[in-house]
């Protein structure tokens, strides 16, 4: 029977796990009566990317759209991995609360994702030339771990100290106590008064059994079975051998400090407020991915631009140097102009090595948010990522500064989940409050006793009187017979009353606990301030962003157009080389500039959407499908 009980139990465990979809924690608690008593299971985590990845792979280029990156980093991001374990242990402090326990607490600290090499605009490998010699860089610093290393944003507004805990709680979870006890025991004697022996032997079996358990209004109820039975040498007993059984009922009831449902079920509220704020800390988690992952995703496709563009102004430069080299050998113009020219080749070809070495780096940081193995799977390290999604420039929004804000206020998790936890501060300060009362308990006790037992040959004391006996009977059954027929009752009513003369250490936990509710409404009003600050400075940059975008485009067709012109009068003589090689730098220059404005503004539109809180939504982000971390066919269709 026992086998087959672990076997129904290893199955059920199994169909929890089983029944558990994509990469949300499966827990499953044993059934039946030994449930309680029977270790659970957590499943284990999941260290395989999802099948899109591979699939996404072609001919040795994962070919990634912007959407795509959204999905493997949903299904693969390991941030949200923690955060998904986060949700379940807010989940075990629940359960906690039920019972009556303190709670242990849960996480607040979310990670942003790495800042990586910042597109272009971090790393602007030309310059123009200052009309003597071409300019280019070269990178000193060979790793900067600033660029993939995480930054960690804490959501905690109620501080490092934790509250008083106020009166205790009861026990909700009835608890079952036994003993059994088998004991022989030989105790010299002084005299012979009391037991007729030199030395008493007592032979007894204790059998004792409790029950207890608390209720939400603070009362406890006990009951307590106790059986003895004893046999013994002495001659003074009348019985022996003889059993002794008393069944007893307490109740103890706060009247003041642990008085009432609400001060005791003050953990419960906060544990249900703690599952929701790690519901929020898990968006927040989310956002500052999905952020994150577009923010590398246009800073990769700005950089594949701007190599582009180093190979474009290589190509130019090797043209003229070409065009120089077969005038040298004419004879049309000097040699020190093919110099000039192989100069800016030269140059030209270590913005390029620059420009290809950031790309590469851009796409070492974005893999390893986006997948879990990226370092230990050789077609993943090995694939080239080709941005499909080109860099947008998406309108402005047409919403007044004011309109944003109070839609960051109302979207933005953290301010939800730090209003949370200010509750749960004033939650607790109740708890302190009530613990300044006395303690008045009022207690109520019954109980009923037996005994059963046959005459003692031994006895040679003054002989009882007739049927004063009858009363006991022999055989442990009258015993529980009597207490049945409450033979032998006795009760007992009344107040236990404890009153702190100084009550210094309630007072000044109460006190504590204001002020460091006073605190956390404080940093809750920062943090609006700090969100406000935030949509404010999101739309200047946005507006500042365009406005160099458009004056970028308009500064590369001039620039563009200039070359031209002094190409066309290079080649009527009118013209030098180096004048050529000038504007070839101006044109390289404004083309970088662009494809850095582009980005930086695209990046601007992504912050403003990530600080009024719509960035998940404007990329069709579901947060039941982010927890999961499995995308239905309808998510990865749009």
């Given at each position: ?593 662009e494809v850095v404005a582009k980005g930086a503004y695209a990046k601007a539109r992504t912050q403003l959407e990530r600080v009024i809180g719509k960035i998940l939504e404007n990329h069709n982000v579901s947060i039941d499908e982010a927890l999961k971390g499995q995308l239905t066919a309808r998510a990865q269709a749009k």
């Amino acid at each position: 029977m026992n086998k087959f009980a672990a076997a129904l139990a290893a199955i059920s465990m199994a169909s929890a796990l089983s029944a558990q979809s994509g990469r949300e924690p499966a827990i499953s608690y044993p059934p039946g009566l030994r449930g309680p008593y029977t270790p659970g299971s957590v499943s284990a985590i999941d260290t395989k990317d999802s099948a899109r990845v591979h699939d996404l792979i072609k001919a040795g280029q994962l070919n990634l759209s912007l959407q795509d990156a959204i999905a493997l980093a949903l299904e693969n991001n390991l941030d949200l991995e923690l955060q998904r374990y986060a949700v379940k242990i807010a989940q075990t402090d629940s359960s906690r609360a039920s019972a009556g326990s303190l709670l242990r607490g849960v996480g607040l600290t979310v990670n942003e994702a790495p800042a990586g090499v910042g597109g272009p605009g971090g790393a602007l490998n030309n310059s123009a030339a200052s009309g003597i010699t071409p300019q280019t860089q070269v990178p000193v610093n060979v790793t900067d771990t600033n660029l993939i290393q995480e930054a960690q944003n804490n959501l905690n507004v109620n501080g490092t100290f934790a509250s008083a805990t106020g009166p205790a709680l009861p026990q909700l979870d009835p608890a079952i106590t036994g003993t059994f006890l088998a004991q022989h025991l030989t105790t010299p004697q002084t005299s012979l008064v009391t037991t007729g022996t030199p030395s008493l032997v007592n032979n007894t079996v204790n059998a004792n059994f409790g029950y207890s358990q608390g209720f939400w209004t603070g009362a406890t109820v006990s009951a307590a079975w106790q059986s003895i039975r004893t046999d013994s040498n002495s001659s003074r007993n009348l019985v022996n051998p003889y059993s002794t059984s008393s069944l007893s009922v307490s109740f103890v009831q706060p009247l003041m400090r642990g008085f009432g449902r609400e001060i005791n079920k003050r953990y419960i509220r906060s544990a249900k407020n703690s599952e929701r704020i790690t519901d929020y800390v898990f968006r927040q988690q989310a956002v500052s991915t999905v952020s994150g992952v577009i923010r590398l995703y246009t800073d990769l496709v700005s950089l594949s631009e701007d190599m582009r563009v180093k190979q474009q102004t290589l190509s130019t430069a090797e043209r003229l140097a070409e065009d120089n080299a077969s005038k040298v050998e004419l004879g049309t113009i000097a040699p020190i102009e093919l110099t000039r020219a192989r100069a800016q080749v030269a140059a030209a070809r270590q913005d390029l090595i620059n420009a290809e070495g950031y790309l590469q780096q851009q796409e070492l940081i974005l893999k390893n948010v986006l997948t879990r193995n990226a370092g230990s799977d050789p077609v993943v390290r090995s694939a080239r990522i080709v941005a499909t999604d080109p860099v947008s420039v998406d309108p402005l929004p047409t919403e007044s500064t004011d309109e944003l804000v109070r839609l960051a206020l109302a979207n933005r998790p953290e301010i939800q989940a730090a209003k949370l936890q200010v509750e749960n501060s004033d939650i607790g300060l109740k708890g302190s409050r009530n613990g300044l009362l006395p303690q008045l308990d009022f207690t109520a006790n019954a109980s009923n006793s037996g005994l059963a037992g046959g005459a003692n040959g031994l006895f040679t004391g003054v002989p009882p009187a007739p049927g004063s006996l009858l009363g006991y009977g022999d055989g442990y059954f009258n015993a529980i017979e009597q207490i049945l027929r409450r033979d032998y009752p006795s009760y007992s009513i009344g107040l236990t009353f404890t009153l702190p003369v100084h009550n210094r250490t309630a007072q000044a936990d109460l006190v504590r606990d204001e002020l460091q509710l006073r605190q956390a409404q404080i940093r809750t009003r920062q943090l609006e301030n700090q969100v406000s600050l935030e949509v404010q400075d999101a739309i200047i940059a946005l507006r500042r962003t365009r406005a160099a975008y458009e004056a970028a485009v308009e500064t590369r067709k001039l620039q563009d157009q200039s070359l031209e012109i002094e190409q066309e009068r290079f080649q009527a003589g009118l013209s030098t080389n180096f004048l050529v090689i000038q504007y070839e730098n101006f044109v390289a220059q404004a083309r970088s500039t662009e494809v850095v404005a582009k980005g930086a503004y695209a990046k601007a539109r992504t912050q403003l959407e990530r600080v009024i809180g719509k960035i998940l939504e404007n990329h069709n982000v579901s947060i039941d499908e982010a927890l999961k971390g499995q995308l239905t066919a309808r998510a990865q269709a749009k």
